[in-house]
């Protein structure tokens, strides 16, 4: 089976532009999980959701959204890019999203590598 | 609100040697605790999934363990291998996943 897909690879935009990122789960798995990881830091948690519904926001402004499709699919938008938003962004799957009581093992994807300039 | 901290920030060892790496955090009320090796400039590989009701996970030359009332768990590598060398992240279930800065591990042939 296929694991986590993320597209593109790498990517390099100016400063002010627009970018969409993009995430295909697991088969099977309900739950996407977007992460931000600045060189040298560990990943931070920017979004999760479950069934097209936004179930957790880290701290991040409101430059970045996030949506899912029917299809489990997701996408991560980020507007008018600073050159701190340079970092890979990982995409993980789950079955369930984080609740109350319990977590379900995240699967992560290669990650796609934005660069700011 | 969750904080994980990963000491040491870097390592340097001779190949055959064992070597631990630890990892705390703050909040004890965790769901499962997971190790990743992350090699430079990708993503990230899951070693080991630790759930809350379990002490320790072992695969291979990996061993890690988890203690939730001291806020801490160690991952133990055996007889370490130039392979190795990478950053090792440990991350905490809790109403979201929580990472460490990792710690950046350097086996010399």
């Known amino acids: 089976d296929a694991g986590v897909t993320q597209s593109p690879t790498h990517l390099i935009k100016t400063r002010g532009q627009h970018v969409t990122l993009r995430c295909s789960p697991i088969?099977?798995?309900?739950?996407v999980s977007w992460y931000q990881q600045v060189l040298g830091q560990g990943p931070q948690f920017i979004f999760q959701y479950y069934e097209k519904e936004e179930r957790g926001r880290g701290n991040f402004p409101d430059r970045f959204s996030a949506r899912q499709f029917p299809n489990y699919s997701s996408e991560l938008n980020v507007n008018a890019l600073l050159l701190g938003d340079s970092a890979l962004y990982l995409c993980?799957?789950?079955?369930?999203?984080?609740?109350?009581?319990?977590?379900?093992?995240?699967?992560f994807g290669p990650g796609t590598r934005l660069t700011v300039t | 609100k969750q904080e994980v901290t990963q000491i040491p920030a870097a390592l340097s060892v001779p190949e055959g040697e064992n070597l631990v790496l630890n990892c705390s955090f703050t909040?004890?009320?965790?769901?499962?605790l997971q190790w990743f090796r992350q090699d430079p400039g990708k993503g990230l590989t899951s070693l080991l999934l630790?759930?809350?009701?379990?002490r320790e996970q072992t695969s291979g030359r990996l061993n890690a363990s988890l203690d939730k009332s001291s806020g801490r768990s160690t991952l133990y590598i055996a007889a370490s291998q130039p392979g190795d060398s990478a950053t090792y992240l440990c991350?905490?279930?809790?109403?979201?996943?929580?990472f460490g800065a990792g710690t950046i591990l350097r086996v010399k042939s």
């Open positions: 088969s099977g798995h309900k739950s």
């Open positions: 991350a905490i279930y809790g109403n979201k996943l929580v």
């Open positions: 630790i759930q809350s009701s379990q």
């Open positions: 993980a799957s789950s079955l369930y999203p984080n609740r109350q009581g319990s977590s379900y093992e995240q699967y």
């Open positions: 909040d004890s009320a965790i769901y499962n």
